[in-house]
């Protein structure tokens, strides 16, 4: 389909996944109840912490086949002992800033979103000139919280619209979703194979999430 093969467009229209699971966790614990910071970090951490110690370790000791132990810290740190961790890092980052970021939906919803999506894309278009060589590489940016906090704020921010009345709309509007929707990966999987840029970090996705989500 407009030259690629069926294992590139999956590979690329399944990108939404990461973006898509910060929206639901920043709209689950928008639901929550409110706690305070000390009680929400001691239930969450210890929930998050000691898997993914255990599963970091196990994959280490996979790759590496017990032969160094030597920088096993910094993929703890980074969650790069499996491609697949960074974003339980991510989430941890959330978790950290999480009281913060619900007083400032709460009280500014509008400007705290706005900031969030300016953030992420502004940390996004650094990570895509990053990889074509037109900006200095070297900053951790995947694994950072910005490039990620719109998504997580927009999902706390939805905790406070009427969803039963957006999920009527969506109801009676889903001939023209689907079609958007899918017009929206295709166009994301196009761009990803003229441009060579494969990541599921680029402003596309901001447009192409949100209509999944719907």
């Known amino acids: 389909l407009a030259g690629m093969n069926l ?24 639901f929550g109840e409110r706690r305070s910071p000390g009680i929400f970090w001691k239930t969450r951490f210890f ?9 970091s370790l196990l994959y280490w000791c996979f790759y590496h086949r017990f032969a160094h132990w030597e920088g096993v810290g910094s993929a703890l740190l980074w969650g790069t002992a499996a491609t697949h961790l960074y974003f339980i890092v991510i989430t941890l980052q959330f978790y950290l800033l999480y009281p913060l970021l619900r007083s400032l ?71 023209f ?14 761009e ?4 060579g840029s494969l990541d599921s970090i680029k402003w596309q996705l901001f447009f192409y999430v949100p209509l999944l989500l719907l």
């Open 7 to 30: 294992a590139f467009l999956l590979n690329q229209i399944v990108r939404f996944a990461v973006p898509m699971f910060m929206i639901l966790s920043g709209l689950s614990l928008g």
């Open 177 to 190: 979703l689907i079609p958007m929707a899918a017009l929206s990966a295709l166009f994301y999987a196009y």
């Open 105 to 175: 939906t709460d009280r500014w919803p509008l400007q705290t979103l706005l900031g969030a999506l300016g953030l992420s894309l502004l940390c996004q278009q650094y990570i895509f000139y990053e990889g074509t060589g037109f900006l200095p590489g070297g900053l951790p940016l995947w694994e950072l919280l910005p490039t990620w906090v719109g998504y997580f704020v927009f999902g706390m921010a939805l905790h406070a619209w009427d969803l039963s009345r957006l999920c009527r709309w969506c109801g009676r509007s889903l001939p």
């Open 192 to 195: 990803s194979r003229l441009t």
């Open 47 to 55: 929930k998050l912490l000691p898997p993914y110690l255990v599963w």
